[in-house]
């Protein structure tokens, strides 16, 4: 692929010999600082292993033998190393000036919000926590939850129904269940439990955020500056996500309990906090905490293996490419989160049927084992994953409303994607 990109040039709608000539030599230099910064033993050689420490110093870690691959691809006289002759021949006609340009865009730098787990950009820097640019954007997260939320709402309360409702307590199909809740409240019903739903948002993003935080600045001891591996984004994510939910936990048990009342049930979320307290004691509030706790392990490793995964596909297939466009990284977050939510669903199925009952005190209150016991009997295997296809429809369209509205609130907030304020960038 032939791609010019002309930088600090006088724009006239036309490129001239001159002009080429000296995006060449600029970008020919940039490309030879770049090659230099990279040949660790200045011998004028590059090897695999210094293409893999260079990736790990800025956060992309990666085996000998993927950096082996890397560098297959430049080396054209099969010597296993790349000279300077190799490097630019490669790189001229592609805008690469940077390794950083890689791993600033395949952070998880959007916040997609599929109405589960959210995502947390896992990397900021120094000069962005001290601009502001860092609760901007969380707040642009937040208000792109909100109306993601928002909007499949219908599908969320539809997917709580047919968890807590096994099969033989309501035989019906996807459809019925979604004639019974019309016919039960009316069309306004569908949205019921979507106010607690959007109103944790807040809380749970500033939890998870400063427990991640803390926690990477735990994990770096004394090296600052040191970027943590993946084994380790993948512990301070979990201890972060399992921080967060403990803190906002009574408020998920809340939005279980509105989203399947029934009409009349509660006057709002006051009235129903007040009454599961009166009638069931405080630990009600912590109903399937257990599995939802364990559920935050298959979900964030799933997650970001198939994340790196992803990344690493498309950074092998094209190479001196930095930006891989914004289908690209909704599509990987998607599919990630999607992919997390499929792993950790019988355990999110045990929760929400364990938030969801009413306990009488002094009554027998069944473990989360004999839970699953008894979904495995009734309803087989298949009864774990109930409620997973209106889930799977509330993919598409959450993620398109969250990107949407995360690039436009961004934009009236002045953030683009490294931290500057003022015009649009790439999420």
């Known amino acids: 692929r032939f791609c010019i990109c002309v930088y600090n040039l006088p724009f006239d709608g036309v490129l001239d010999f001159e002009e080429f000539t000296q995006y060449l030599r600029t970008h020919e230099k940039e490309l030879k600082l770049m090659f230099r910064s990279l040949?660790?033993?200045?011998?004028?050689?590059?090897?695999?292993?210094?293409?893999?420490?260079?990736?790990?110093?800025?956060?992309?870690?990666?085996?000998?033998?993927?950096?082996?691959?890397?560098l297959q691809r430049m080396d054209k006289d099969g010597t296993m190393t790349i000279d300077w002759n190799e490097w630019r021949d490669y790189f001229l006609f592609n805008p690469l000036?940077?390794?950083?340009?890689?791993?600033?865009?395949?952070?998880?730098?959007?916040?997609?919000?599929?109405?589960?787990?959210?995502?947390?950009?896992?990397?900021?820097?120094?000069?962005?926590?001290?601009?502001?640019?860092?609760?901007?954007?969380?707040?642009?997260?937040?208000?792109?939850?909100?109306?993601?939320?928002?909007?499949?709402?219908?599908?969320d309360r539809l997917k709580v129904f047919r968890q807590v409702h096994g099969a033989i307590d309501f035989k019906g199909n996807v459809l019925s269940s979604f004639q019974y809740m019309l016919k039960e409240g009316g069309p306004w019903s569908l949205w019921r439990g979507n106010g607690i739903n959007v109103l944790k948002i807040a809380p749970e993003i500033a939890i998870k955020f400063t427990a991640y935080e803390q926690i990477k600045n735990v994990m770096r001891s004394r090296n600052e500056t040191r970027n943590l591996r993946i084994h380790?984004?993948?512990?301070?994510?979990?201890?972060?996500?399992?921080?967060?939910?403990?803190?906002?936990?009574?408020?998920?048990?809340?939005?279980?309990?509105?989203?399947?009342?029934?009409?009349?049930?509660?006057?709002?979320?006051a009235d129903c906090a007040k009454q599961i307290l009166q009638r069931e004691g405080v630990t009600a509030f912590y109903k399937g905490y257990v599995p939802n706790l364990l559920s935050i392990v298959p979900y964030a490793g799933i997650d970001l293996a198939v994340y790196e995964t992803l990344k690493f596909s498309w950074l092998n297939r094209n190479r001196g490419l930095t930006d891989p466009g914004v289908m690209v990284l909704v599509g990987c977050g998607a599919v990630s989160s999607t992919c997390g939510q499929l792993a950790s669903y019988p355990l999110a199925l045990i929760r929400t049927r364990m938030q969801a009952q009413a306990s009488v005190k002094g009554a027998p209150k069944?473990?989360?084992?004999?839970?699953?016991?008894?979904?495995?009997?009734?309803?087989?295997?298949?009864?774990?994953y109930r409620g997973i296809s209106p889930n799977l429809l509330k993919v598409?369209?959450?993620?398109?409303?969250?990107?949407?509205?995360?690039?436009?609130?961004?934009i009236v907030l002045g953030v683009d994607i490294e931290g500057r304020r003022g015009g649009k960038g790439k999420g």
């Open 97 to 155: 000036t940077n390794m950083e340009d890689i791993a600033r865009y395949w952070k998880h730098s959007m916040m997609l919000d599929i109405g589960e787990q959210l995502t947390v950009p896992d990397e900021f820097s120094e000069e962005e926590k001290k601009s502001g640019y860092v609760w901007r954007q969380l707040l642009a997260g937040a208000m792109a939850g909100s109306v993601s939320r928002t909007g499949t709402a219908p599908l």
């Open 232 to 269: 380790e984004r993948f512990v301070a994510g979990s201890l972060a996500g399992a921080t967060a939910q403990t803190a906002i936990y009574p408020m998920e048990v809340l939005k279980t309990r509105l989203t399947l009342r029934k009409t009349g049930q509660y006057s709002g979320i």
């Open 39 to 70: 040949d660790r033993n200045n011998d004028g050689q590059i090897d695999a292993a210094e293409i893999q420490h260079s990736l790990h110093n800025i956060g992309v870690d990666i085996s000998l033998e993927d950096a082996t691959r890397i």
């Open 366 to 384: 069944p473990s989360m084992l004999a839970l699953l016991h008894n979904i495995v009997t009734q309803d087989g295997v298949a009864g774990l």
């Open 396 to 410: 598409v369209p959450a993620v398109s409303m969250s990107y949407v509205v995360y690039e436009y609130t961004r």
